[in-house]
């Protein structure tokens, strides 16, 4: 009889402290005022059956209207959800010195292992990032990609030679998706790697390179989910799926690295040519980097570039394809601004105001990264419209809702509707400043491949558009509520629409 007792009472010590560790901060906010949903216990107020963004979205909608900021749990750990976006505004751009370091940091979990992945700078804080930011950044200005374009021409006119070959008879059915991701992987190849990935060749063959680039991006996600299943217990990360990269990923890279490098060094036509290889090239030698350090930047500008532009942009013909008057619209203004070489050049391509609407407006619909959430670097202060002074401890977390702004109906009228008219004659940097649009975040962290991201969307339309006329056909996926497994909100499963010649 002792025994079993004296096992009962352990056993019941146990669940008392792990219940105490798991509800330890639970009284956070409580003890500032702040108002908030009751968390449970290991989920806290995230319910894992739907996409995060929504779990955000709910506890948004139902306190914005009496509150400018509430307290949260993402399972054990607080967080205060900004939901006045003025406040946003202030966290990642005015007081940005009180919030540098990114949450995105900690979803890396072993820096000494995952050591290509650890130089991107979205997992990076402090000086560190500051160095790696404005190392990858100087190779992606808006000045070195006018210079870098004519590899764009290069890679639409493949593209354009594909979906010839693939629309002999006039119109075909063409899934979107595996369409845009092979684009994308076939511009960055040549970007980065001086490599023709030759993804563009067909739509069915398996494409080593693509199936990298796909494996690669699964893990990605993989990585987040470790972080975010295992903030109860984070040594627990260490036995499940924790790499951002897998080992095999991070050979890849440096094998496309040295290789290229070495056809570099062979091919005299191109020891000038204008684009991200060469500049790597030029910044090792400046700085001395090592070759991981190069590796490292360009898996960056790969990673993060591949399917964030190739879902913006099969995202941004699917809204058009369910809208052939938008469609219509937006082909006569590509049509009256072609060349004689049958494209667009750079400068005219970032002024065209209607291709700007739609992408703008498929950025709002899908916000590829639906929320940002910043680590607090040095004590401060939120200060509400009542006056009342909300301290901000160093360590604790500031979350902003992105997705939820941009679907909140007193910003964008209709939010659920694809309106790009909602942008004409918009200043979106005045919506910007005001915390309502951050499709690329803001503030000294903002996304640092927009200019490359924006670039290969509008690339990719203007090609599609200049000669088909996409329409639904019984496969195409209605407009329905945006779920998908991924970190992106977005629609599920394929994109088939009919492409049919003009
Ligand atoms: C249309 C495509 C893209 C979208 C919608 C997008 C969106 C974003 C967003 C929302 C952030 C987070 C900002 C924050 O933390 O608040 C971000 C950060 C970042 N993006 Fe992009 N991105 C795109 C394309 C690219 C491309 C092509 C690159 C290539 C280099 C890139 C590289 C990065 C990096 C390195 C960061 C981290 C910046 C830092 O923490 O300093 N992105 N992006």
């Known amino acids: 009889m002792v025994p079993l007792l004296v096992t009962l009472a352990l056993l019941a010590a146990v669940a008392f402290l792990i219940h105490k560790y798991l509800t330890w901060h639970y009284d956070t906010f409580k003890k500032l005022g702040i108002a908030g949903p009751e968390p449970k216990i290991w989920l806290g107020n995230l319910t894992g059956k739907q996409h995060i963004a929504y779990d955000y979205d709910d506890i948004y909608n139902k306190y914005k209207q009496k509150h400018q900021i509430v307290g949260m749990f993402v ?18 751009v005015t007081n940005f010195k009180s919030f540098r370091d990114n ?14 992945a650890a130089l991107n700078p979205f997992f990076n804080v402090g000086e560190e990032w500051k160095t790696k930011r404005s190392d990858v950044m100087s190779g992606l200005t808006q000045h070195k990609l006018t210079s870098a374009y004519p590899i764009w021409k290069t890679c639409t006119q493949k593209l354009g030679k594909l979906l010839k070959a693939e629309t002999i008879k006039g119109s075909s059915i063409i899934e979107t998706k595996n369409l845009l991701l092979r684009y994308t992987s076939n511009i960055l190849g040549e970007f980065l790697w001086g490599i023709e990935t030759k993804t563009l060749e067909s739509l069915d063959e398996p494409n080593p390179y693509l199936e990298v680039a796909q494996r690669n991006m699964f893990q990605v996600f993989q990585g987040f989910m470790s972080y975010f ?22 050979q890849l890279f440096s094998q496309f690295t040295k290789d ?4 570099r060094e062979r091919d005299a036509s191109k020891k000038n040519q204008a684009d991200f290889l060469n500049y790597v090239r030029q910044l090792q030698e400046k700085k001395n980097l090592t070759h991981n350090e190069v590796v490292g930047y360009l898996a960056t500008v790969f990673v993060d570039g591949f399917d964030t532009a190739a879902t913006v942009a099969f995202h941004t013909l699917f809204y058009l394809t369910h809208h052939p008057e938008y469609q219509e619209k937006l082909r006569k203004e590509i049509l009256s601004n072609l060349e004689a070489d ?41 200060v509400l419209d009542d006056g009342r002074r909300i301290p901000i401890e160093k360590g604790q977390v500031a979350t902003v809702p992105v997705f939820s702004y941009l679907h909140d109906p007193e910003y964008f009228e209709e939010p659920m509707e694809f309106k790009p008219e909602r942008f004409e004659n918009v200043d ?49 996926p209605p407009i329905a509520k945006l779920e998908s497994q991924t970190l992106i909100v977005g629609v599920d499963g394929d994109l088939l629409f009919e492409y049919e010649r003009l």
């Open 75 to 92: 399972s054990r750990d607080p967080q205060f959800l900004i939901l006045d976006p003025k406040l946003a505004h202030e966290v990642l």
């Open 103 to 116: 949450l995105g940091s900690k979803f890396l979990y072993d820096r000494e292992e995952d050591t290509v």
């Open 229 to 250: 299943k295992c903030i109860p217990f984070p040594w627990y990360r260490r036995f499940t799926n924790y790499r951002i990269f897998t080992a095999e990923s991070d």
């Open 260 to 263: 290229a490098y070495a056809l």
């Open 342 to 382: 049958g494209h667009i050049n750079y400068q005219a391509l970032s002024l065209l105001p209607y291709l700007d609407q739609c992408v703008h407006e498929t950025l709002r619909m899908i916000s590829p990264l639906t929320f940002t959430s910043r680590i607090c670097t040095e004590p401060t202060e939120l």
């Open 428 to 476: 979106i940097s005045e919506l910007t400043k005001r915390g309502i649009f951050l499709p690329f975040g803001d503030g000294p962290r903002i996304c640092l491949g927009r200019h490359l991201g924006v670039l290969q969307v509008k690339t990719a339309i203007v090609e599609v558009l200049k000669n088909y006329r996409l329409k639904v056909c019984d496969k195409t």
